[in-house]
């Protein structure tokens, strides 16, 4: 085997603890993959308390993107800093994993990208929902013909808006943030999945409360603006021709909606949750009823991390799952929406990309 990707992780807030949770789990199963070795925060006293629970080396932020030990920097901040660490990273050699999206910007996602190519370093980011069973089993079922021509899909995501639980949420009303970019990923990159890239969008979009309160934690009470739409519908074509019809909102209280449904010619399916790894893939074919397809594809039982695995897992030279020209082409359909609501256009997605790999089952 050879030697272990080793990782350190700047920002360990809210979602780092998924991170660390798969992190933990590979290695008490004896896969040597991936290694955490230091981690970093703005909040030296949080990182100072992870690093000690961890058993690593608490850095500044500028000492863990320069450290010889470091091999790979997870970037697990907030979106308004992720191109900014990226590009560190990048320019100081080292791989980058980001928290999703990409970059608050389709430009400063465009700059990290060419940056990582140039410089000839690995670039992956979130989600890697995408490499669960739920969603494999179903794209090995399109794959496989079992819903014969794919011609529509439908994606789904109404909240009320993180604001309830996340003690620090005003990130997700700033720009880069919103439903769309938020969850968007987990759903377009799904979608980019299942029926490939995108070539146009249109859109609407409205901004219904200038404000929102935050409901938990020691903030709980405190108002913050709302700069973004709030509520985000649109069309988007495939370049094979199947239209997939998206709504993304935190403006809704409840939904009894499929997060993702897929329909062929002869067939329908129902999607798992893409913000989790797994779940059941339901099938209806012509003439018969809903059954539920056993698990075919994907990582079994899989977390948060998965994606830093499969990219360790890749040969040098060959895209990483999770690479960075899905996730590029993940925000140009997202922000491209965001345009064409705006616009009331339709718009062209300039960008593409290759379908990632499929998973076996594993
Ligand atoms: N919270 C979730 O459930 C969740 C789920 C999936 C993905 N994500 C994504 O993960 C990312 C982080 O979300 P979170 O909920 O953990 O946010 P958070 O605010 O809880 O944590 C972010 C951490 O990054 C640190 N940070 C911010 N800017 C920094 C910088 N320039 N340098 C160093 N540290 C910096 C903050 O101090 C904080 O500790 C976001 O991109 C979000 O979309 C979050």
Not at 166 to 195: A, K, S
Not at 248 to 259: G, I, K, L, N, W
Request: aromatic share 4%; proline share 7%.
């Amino acid at each position: 085997m050879g030697q272990p990707l080793r990782v350190g992780i700047v920002g360990v807030g809210a979602i780092s603890g998924q991170y660390l949770t798969t992190f933990a789990r590979l290695a008490s199963e004896g896969s040597d993959t991936v290694r955490l070795v230091a981690v970093a925060d703005l909040d030296e006293i949080r990182a100072a308390a992870v690093a000690a629970e961890q058993g690593v080396r608490a850095l500044t932020v500028d000492e863990l993107i320069k450290d010889p030990e470091v091999d790979l920097v997870l970037n697990l901040t907030i979106p308004a800093a992720h191109a900014e660490i990226a590009l560190q990273a990048i320019a100081a050699g080292k791989a980058v994993y980001g928290e999703k999206p990409l970059a608050a910007t389709l430009e400063d996602a465009r700059a990290v990208v060419d940056a990582a190519r140039a410089a000839g370093v690995a670039l992956g980011c979130a989600p890697d929902t995408v490499l669960g069973t739920g969603v494999q089993t179903a794209r090995k079922a399109i794959d496989d013909g079992v819903i014969g021509a794919p011609i529509a899909a439908t994606a789904t995501m109404m909240t009320p808006g993180h604001e309830r639980w996340h003690p620090n949420p005003d990130f997700y009303y700033q720009p880069g943030g919103g439903p769309l970019l938020d969850m968007g990923p987990y759903y377009v990159t799904t979608l980019v999945t299942l029926l490939g890239p995108v070539v146009s969008v249109v859109g609407a979009a409205s901004h219904t409360r200038a404000t929102r309160e935050i409901g938990s934690g020691p903030r709980a009470g405190t108002v913050i603006p709302v700069d973004v739409d709030t509520h985000v519908t649109g069309v988007l074509r495939h370049a094979s021709g199947a239209l997939s019809t998206l709504v993304m909102s935190f403006d809704s209280v409840a939904t009894r909606a499929s997060e993702i449904e897929v329909h062929g010619q002869t067939g329908s399916l129902i999607v798992p949750d893409p913000n989790t790894f797994d779940g059941d893939v339901q099938l209806h074919e012509l003439g018969g009823a809903w059954r539920t397809l056993p698990p075919s594809a994907g990582y079994r039982d899989a977390g948060r991390g998965y994606g830093i695995a499969d990219l360790a897992a890749t040969p040098p030279g060959v895209p990483a799952r999770t690479n960075g020209d899905v996730a590029y082409h993940v925000l140009d359909i997202m922000t491209s929406l965001l345009a064409a609501s705006a616009t009331g256009t339709t718009v062209a997605v300039e960008s593409t990309c290759e379908r990632p790999a499929a998973v076996p089952l594993a």
